[in-house]
């Protein structure tokens, strides 16, 4: 009997399968998010989580595991050198799954796959003084209009 044995299928070849969750599992340890299928998405956080958890035993032999789904090596490092101490006091959940809305051109529903905790990359913003330098004051803005601007402006051609 098949008890249970009903997920996990995603409408592929096994072996397409099992190269489709290396490569995905991969690439959410690398990006830390993965946009991509609902379905896909639950099939792929039970490896992912699986992963995790086989490294935090932080041993030769966990890590020889990981090497042997995991596809890059510098992933695995990665993991086995910063992630694993994000989640060192989590016992499980380590992924969640944000919910985008539907796809346009089949309607599959689609969402982000992200580790909990995930280290935002900041994006450079402006400080006030920043700010400040860029906004003229009405006295410099007319100084500026009467002196005439530096660009040359261009003639209109006419044809002969």
């Known amino acids: ?76 490092n990665k993991l086995f050198q910063t992630i694993i101490y994000r989640y060192a006091e989590r016992k499980g959940g380590y992924t969640r799954i944000l919910k985008l809305g539907n796809r346009k051109g089949d309607g599959a529903e689609m969402v982000f796959l992200e580790l909990v905790d995930r280290v935002i990359p900041e994006t450079p913003t402006e400080t006030k003084t920043e700010k400040k330098e860029k906004t003229a004051t009405p006295d410099q803005a007319s100084a500026e209009n009467k002196g005439g601007s530096k660009k040359k402006q261009k003639e209109p051609v006419t044809a002969s």
Do not use: C, W
């Not at 690398?30 to 490294?55: D, G, L, P």
């Open 1 to 76: 009997m098949r008890h249970q044995a009903h997920h996990g299928r995603l409408g592929v070849q096994p072996a397409h399968r099992r190269a489709m969750i290396r490569n995905m599992v991969t690439s959410l340890l690398k990006h830390e998010r993965v946009k991509t299928t609902k379905s896909r998405a639950k099939e792929v956080r039970r490896y992912a989580e699986k992963m995790i958890t086989i490294a935090k035993k932080e041993t030769l032999a966990s890590k020889r595991h990981v090497l042997s789904f995991v596809r890059e090596r510098d992933v695995v």
